[in-house]
């Protein structure tokens, strides 16, 4: 299931409103709420989704919209981690690339550390320094140095 962007928008002049899921495109959400050229709409209400208020244009919204469905559902989780990251969904929109990220599936430094060694093969460890080595403290740096963005579930990091 991928991740919908739904966003509530009212017409300023009537008081009439509508939940839509983005994309949409402005003429039909002009259309359906009888907004003339010129006349003023608002965003009343969004689920999920942080950095939209009640300015935010319907252009970005489809923006936003169609760059969020590059991300494989399963990391939807992760969208409002990314969009604190940017600081806006203008640079989100401008600069995000889920390509660019790597998203470990984690719970905690030491399960991030396993993660690093074993998986990405970030070193090396002498199989006789195995049991002494720690994970934690390994996954904890690492997490720090990458500045990794940390959910329930995942470490994500450019």
């Given at each position: 299931?991928?991740?919908?962007?739904?966003?509530?928008?009212?017409?300023?002049?009537?008081?009439?409103?509508?939940?839509?899921?983005?994309?949409?495109?402005?003429?039909?959400?002009?259309?359906?709420?009888?907004?003339?050229?010129?006349?003023?709409?608002?965003?009343?209400?969004?689920?999920?989704?942080?950095?939209?208020?009640?300015?935010?244009?319907?252009?970005?919204l489809?923006?936003?919209?169609?760059?969020?469905?590059?991300?494989?559902?399963?990391?939807?989780?992760?969208?409002?981690?990314?969009?604190?990251?940017?600081?806006?969904?203008?640079?989100?929109?401008?600069?995000?690339?889920?390509?660019?990220?790597?998203?470990?599936?984690v719970?905690?430094?030491?399960?991030?550390?396993i993660?690093?060694?074993e998986?990405?093969?970030?070193?090396?460890?002498?199989?006789?320094?195995?049991?002494?080595?720690?994970?934690?403290?390994?996954?904890?740096?690492?997490?720090?140095?990458?500045?990794?963005i940390?959910?329930?579930?995942?470490?994500?990091?450019?």
């Amino acid at each position: 299931m991928t991740f919908q962007l739904k966003v509530c928008v009212q017409n300023i002049l009537t008081g009439q409103f509508k939940w839509f899921e983005f994309p949409e495109s402005e003429q039909t959400i002009r259309h359906t709420l009888h907004i003339d050229d010129g006349d003023e709409y608002l965003i009343a209400d969004w689920e999920g989704v942080n950095g939209i208020n009640e300015y935010t244009p319907i252009s970005s919204l489809n923006q936003l919209a169609e760059k969020m469905a590059t991300i494989p559902s399963a990391y939807s989780s992760l969208i409002n981690d990314w969009l604190g990251h940017y600081g806006s969904i203008e640079t989100f929109i401008e600069e995000f690339d889920y390509n660019d990220w790597t998203v470990a599936e984690v719970s905690g430094d030491e399960d991030f550390g396993i993660y690093l060694v074993e998986e990405l093969s970030a070193i090396n460890i002498p199989e006789y320094l195995e049991p002494y080595f720690d994970y934690e403290a390994y996954g904890r740096d690492a997490r720090l140095e990458l500045s990794c963005i940390v959910s329930d579930s995942y470490y994500t990091w450019q």
